[in-house]
């Protein structure tokens, strides 16, 4: 009888290691396909190439300078499908930067954009970088370009909070509670000149400072 749990024992432990490095293996070569991928999609970016034509999905290119944000931004049906598909809507565990389903570009006030925090330093992961006062204070670019018409924002306070806690209001209809939510849960203590008549932007990510932590990087178009 010992000798049967024993053998059980190996085989489930060679089960879940064979397994672990089943897993090592199939997400490095899936974040290598998905480098290569978006490389060539800022190719064809770069090179004046209809993407919309490539995915009808496509809204707009993203472009935050001094980090490796720079991808194309697209829209689907729900805020579930782009978690795991790729601009060619091939199943991929980076996913791709994606619109909240509810917005309309160039209509509501506050456009939220969505992306996962890879370990890779893809997709969102360089979010993380405007938890440091130094780099929030120096880099407070971000560019939008639709339709060859390049929008600039200025990023102006960065909130981490759990997820049942962040506001994701896509048209901000109540102003004040807006405001009321940035002064309370922003990690800077600055002032920000914003009104109910700017654009914004946010962006929105996984992080790691507890269960359930997300950041989300605010800015105002200028």
Not at 156 to 175: M, R, W
Not at 193 to 212: H, M, P, R, V
Request: charge should be neutral; proline fraction near 2%; include cysteine.
């Amino acid at each position: 009888m010992k000798k049967f749990v024993f053998i059980i024992l190996i085989l489930l432990l060679t089960s879940i290691f064979v397994f672990s490095i089943y897993k090592i293996f199939y997400t490095s070569y899936d974040n290598k396909k998905a480098s290569f991928l978006y490389e060539e999609v800022k190719k064809d970016n770069e090179e004046k190439v209809n993407l919309q034509e490539t995915n009808k999905d496509y809204k707009f290119w993203l472009t935050i300078p001094n980090t490796q944000i720079d991808y194309p931004v697209v829209q689907g049906i729900d805020n579930d499908f782009y978690l795991n598909h790729d601009f060619y809507k091939n199943p991929s565990l980076s996913g791709t930067l994606f619109l909240d389903y509810r917005n309309t570009v160039n209509i509501d006030k506050n456009i939220i954009i969505y992306g996962h925090n890879m370990k890779n330093g893809s997709m969102f992961n360089n979010l993380v970088y405007y938890k440091n006062p130094t780099f929030f204070n120096n880099n407070k670019k971000i560019s939008l370009t639709i339709n060859d018409i390049t929008f600039e924002y200025d990023v102006f306070q960065v909130v981490i909070a759990k997820e049942d806690n962040v506001y994701l209001n896509g048209s901000i209809t109540s102003f004040e509670e807006f405001k009321s939510y940035l002064n309370t849960n922003g990690l800077y203590d600055v002032y920000f000149n914003i009104s109910d008549k700017d654009n914004f932007l946010t962006l929105y990510s996984c992080s790691y400072e507890y269960a359930g932590a997300r950041i989300l990087v605010f800015a105002k178009r200028i």
